[in-house]
């Protein structure tokens, strides 16, 4: 019985998902949209940990969830 070995891409080459719930990729128009916000005002108005909140969690944080995700993260 013989073994193939996997095919490792770099980064995203060759990886093709038509579909996500995590984010939305316009490359027609150059826009990248996480959880319906535009990476621009994600970056412009956000921090680190809100974004990694949003991604993981599907909203951003209230004030109260942020503080709490932070001393989590501190905690790991």
């Known amino acids: 019985m013989s073994q193939e070995k996997p095919v490792i891409h770099k980064g995203l080459e060759g ?3 038509c579909e ?3 984010s939305v990729i316009y490359g027609d128009v ?3 949209y996480y959880r319906g916000y535009s990476i ?3 970056a412009e108005h956000s921090c680190y940990e ?3 909140y ?3 969690y599907g909203k951003l944080p209230t004030r109260r969830e942020l ?3 932070k001393k989590t993260l ?3």
Request: glycine share 4%; charged share 35%; hydrophobic share 45%.
């Open 20 to 22: 996500s719930s995590i």
């Open 40 to 42: 621009e005002d994600l």
């Open 30 to 32: 150059g826009k990248l």
């Open 67 to 69: 503080d709490d995700f």
């Open 74 to 76: 501190v905690e790991k």
């Open 50 to 52: 809100e974004v990694t």
């Open 54 to 56: 949003l991604l993981l």
């Open 15 to 17: 990886i093709y998902v």
